[in-house]
């Protein structure tokens, strides 16, 4: 079975800084993605930036990347230049690439507030 | 291209009546996952279905609770003689035929309240 801790319970960040959210999860699995995603007050998920475990290279979406460390099973979101619109939870989820494991598994969230 | 659709998005019920909670996936989807939102909680696995199939309902309370996914018309969700521990935010995701695990694309929730 697959774990995900998200560490953070609440993170605020001014307007305009860079943030950083913390995730890491535990699984036997050698081939899965990784997801973060993004619930603002409206409720709605909104996937914010997904990582393949076989990619070494660390995903980039716009002012959002990732830092995957695959062997310490970590991975975190930067969020540059934040703005007052990234006020959400944040989501770490983790999903297996094989058989019929594909379900995903979340984080408890984090909360970020951005502030003028 | 509509999105994954749910409906109600509000939905009312007293202790010991059924609740029904439909999601339709994105066109060329065949692949439904429910999900449970407890207040100030992340999102917890029920079942996985495809047309006509449970594949995994491990998430799934054992009693008054049970899911569909016809060949036709959308995927529902019920819930049996509910109670107050019922209540909570109730998401369907879909993804692609194909099977493609990058994508899962979330409904905007059903809300459940239980008086």
């Known amino acids: 079975a697959q774990t995900v801790t998200q560490s953070q319970p609440e993170m605020s960040v001014q307007e305009a800084e860079t943030v950083t959210l913390s995730c890491t999860y535990d699984t036997s699995e050698n081939n899965y993605y990784l997801f973060w995603y993004k619930q603002p007050p409206s409720r709605q998920m909104i996937l914010v930036i997904r990582?393949?475990?076989?990619?070494?290279q660390n995903a980039t979406e716009n002012r959002f990347s990732v830092n995957f460390q695959k062997a310490a099973k970590s991975f975190s979101l930067k969020i540059s230049d934040s703005q007052l619109g990234d006020t959400a939870m944040y989501f770490c989820a983790f999903r297996a690439r094989s058989g019929t494991a594909s379900k995903l598994t979340f984080g408890t969230g984090t909360r970020l507030q951005v502030t003028l | 291209n509509a999105g994954v659709m749910q409906n109600p998005r509000h939905l009312v019920r007293r202790r010991g009546q059924e609740a029904r909670l439909r999601c339709s996936p994105m066109?060329?989807?065949?692949?439904v996952y429910w999900y449970r939102q407890l207040p100030e909680e992340g999102l917890k696995f029920m079942v996985y279905?495809?047309?006509?199939?449970?594949?995994?309902e491990s998430g799934m309370p054992k009693e008054r609770f049970s899911a569909e996914f016809p060949k036709e018309g959308p995927s529902i969700l019920r819930i049996q003689q509910v109670v107050r521990g019922d209540s909570a935010a109730y998401f369907c995701?879909?993804?692609?035929?194909?099977?493609?695990?990058?994508?899962?694309?979330f409904g905007q929730g059903t809300r459940l309240t239980v008086v």
């Open positions: 995701a879909s993804s692609p035929q194909t099977g493609d695990l990058r994508e899962a694309f």
């Open positions: 279905l495809q047309k006509e199939n449970i594949i995994d």
């Open positions: 066109k060329g989807h065949s692949h």
């Open positions: 990582q393949e475990a076989y990619k070494q």
